[in-house]
């Protein structure tokens, strides 16, 4: 992912006003350390930091249309810009950038061309004929985007909030979906599926029509320029990815460059779940597979660094950036430019174990509405954050545009967790690459219960964490929480250490705003902690405080079926008594 940073209509042109916009862009150059770039139309400043993926040699932005009267400065992807260009025959491309497409659409239909965009993205379009803008980010926020107003007048807009954050009087998320522009002054909502106004959907469910449309999504995803991998924590959707991406993997022009064998990567403490996992499907893909071990220490050490990186005081996200933040270095000292990660199967599907305890099928789907309305404030956020802080890009294909409207418009009774008839979580993801003549992973693997990336890893990981801020944060602090930090006031001692640390870099109140508050179990929103009352007594963001659920659930007692108190490899522990998969 690339850093964007534009500065615009600040009634300043000097140079030194240049030089000022250069030195906040460079707080962006981690993003993308192979080019920086800016553009200047009187007090309009437009800078990009590069990271090279696709035309490496020539792609080099802010990017133009024939006689540069319109800028664009994008980060992110466009898959379908080969078509595009098909159809803007009449214009001349100056790069081999997916991302210049955006400067000519813009030429031909204005505002109007960014549902035409397949990807994700998030970008500011400078017109020096009359020095408007617009700007617009991907539907699901998949990209990272701030905006904000200086007291002069001026409006920024940056990938990260350290690219604005001193010098604006107010500032906020740039909303997924929206698109802002200058001459009215306000957001616009281009992406309108149904599925986001909650409404339930009756489509029956077609296991080899989904699995078609996820395949459509990773092979897309392989179009680069530069050495790839995937990520693999031996869960049920990055195990989907890497079978995916291996099987289509031998054809695409990366394979014929970089060699034939998928890479693959996993972290974790010595021992945990994710690494002997992971090492299984990597053995039955035949990837060429890498294998991080971190310390609890090594992760302790890291928290100030993840926290200025991901820019948020939420628990879980800190939680989990924090190994992502870890394994992406790693990752980047190979060589390895762009990977491609499992985010967002748990919100569309309903994978979280606390999705057990729904109801009734209209709450399953509202849950998993809100669930992927919230994504850029949670896992978008540390996917693209995590990696980007290393010159690392990060793919999502869960988040296809495409296939988040063909999975959301399956009626969701088929979502729903029905033991009596042998469906746990995520089961119709499960059952469409359930293949018996050419499997894509072993039985086990695309059974095995559902296990939050800071969990996986190792449980010792979390448990290490409030060791660490309980010797750090004091009981007398705690009790004064609420004064000092009356917004989203922390109610444990983890919880007020990460905030500590975030209002030493953030201390600004729009920065506090940006992060997403409320009760929470097993990453729940609030809303959903009605579904069982012992829950509101457990609020832990941690797979384990699903009560009743997870099979290493805190302080649990189980029955299994069969007389034996510890559940097999392949059951799910629902209210109590295990269940065969």
């Known amino acids: 992912m690339c850093g964007i ?37 009187a007090d309009n400043y437009l800078c990009h930091q590069r990271l090279a993926i696709i035309d490496p040699a020539s792609g080099d932005q802010p990017l133009y249309n024939e006689d540069k009267s319109v800028a664009v400065a994008v980060n992110g992807e466009i898959y379908n810009h080969e078509e595009l260009r098909e159809r803007l025959s009449g214009h001349r491309f100056r790069t081999g950038s997916d991302c210049e497409v955006i400067a000519h659409l813009y030429e031909e239909h204005g505002e109007g061309f960014i549902d035409m965009l397949d990807g994700v993205f998030s970008f500011v379009l400078l017109d020096a004929r009359d020095h408007s803008f617009i700007a617009a980010r991907d539907a699901i926020g998949v990209t990272s985007l701030y905006i904000g107003w200086g007291i002069d007048g001026s409006v920024w807009i940056s990938s990260e909030m350290k690219g604005l954050n001193d010098d604006c009087e107010h500032f906020e998320i740039f909303p997924p979906g929206n698109l802002y522009s200058s001459k009215e002054k306000c957001f616009k909502r281009w992406y309108n599926p149904p599925w986001f106004s909650e409404v339930i959907p009756s489509v029956p469910y077609d296991p080899l029509r989904l699995r078609s449309a996820f395949e459509k999504a990773v092979i897309k995803r392989l179009m680069t320029d530069v050495p790839f991998g995937v990520l693999l924590s031996g869960g049920l959707d990055s195990s989907l990815v890497a079978a995916v991406a291996a099987r289509h993997f031998a054809g695409t022009k990366a394979a014929k460059r970089w060699g034939t064998r998928l890479h693959s990567f996993c972290v974790g403490l010595e021992g945990s779940p994710d690494l002997k996992a992971a090492k299984e499907v990597a053995d039955h893909l035949g990837t060429v597979h890498h294998e991080f071990n971190f310390t609890v220490q090594d992760g302790i050490d890291a928290i100030e660094d993840v926290i200025y990186h991901i820019e948020t005081y939420d628990v879980t996200t800190i939680r989990a950036s924090t190994l992502m933040f870890q394994m992406s270095r790693k990752i980047k000292a190979l060589g390895v430019k762009m990977v491609i990660s499992g985010e967002g199967a748990d919100e569309i599907f309903g994978g979280y174990l606390y999705f057990h305890k729904a109801p009734n099928k209209e709450e399953f789907h509202q849950e998993t509405c809100r669930k992927i309305k919230a994504l850029h404030q949670y896992d978008c956020l540390r996917a693209n954050k995590a990696t980007s802080a290393w010159g690392l890009e990060v793919r999502v294909p869960f988040l296809d545009k ?42 086990h693997i695309l059974y ?132 065969e998969s």
Request: one cysteine or more.
């Open 5 to 41: 940073l534009a500065v615009l209509g600040c009634g300043d042109e000097s140079q030194g006003k240049r030089v000022h916009v250069l030195e906040l862009s460079r707080r962006l150059k981690h993003r993308g350390p192979d080019w920086s770039g800016l553009h200047q139309v």
């Open 402 to 443: 495409e296939f988040i409207d063909e999975a959301m418009s399956i009626d969701p009774e088929w979502k729903m967790i029905r033991p009596d008839l042998g469906r746990i979580e995520k089961w119709i993801l499960r059952k469409a690459f359930d293949d018996e003549e050419k499997p894509f992973l072993p039985k």
């Open 448 to 579: 095995r219960q559902k296990e939050q990336f800071s969990d996986g890893v190792g449980y010792s990981w979390i448990d290490g964490l409030k060791d660490h801020a309980a010797s750090n944060v004091s009981d007398k602090m705690m009790s004064n929480a609420k004064f000092i930090y009356p917004h989203n006031t922390p109610t444990t001692k983890e919880a007020y250490y990460y905030r500590m640390i975030f209002e030493r870099y953030f201390p600004q109140s729009s920065a506090i705003l940006t992060v997403p508050g409320g009760p929470s179990v097993a990453c729940s929103t609030a809303k959903a902690i009605e579904w069982d009352a012992q829950w509101s007594g457990n609020l832990d963001p941690s797979g384990r405080a699903a009560l009743g659920v997870h099979l290493s659930a805190y302080e649990q007692d189980t029955i299994a079926v069969g007389g034996s108190n510890k559940p097999g490899p392949m059951e799910t522990v629902v209210n109590g008594v295990a269940i």
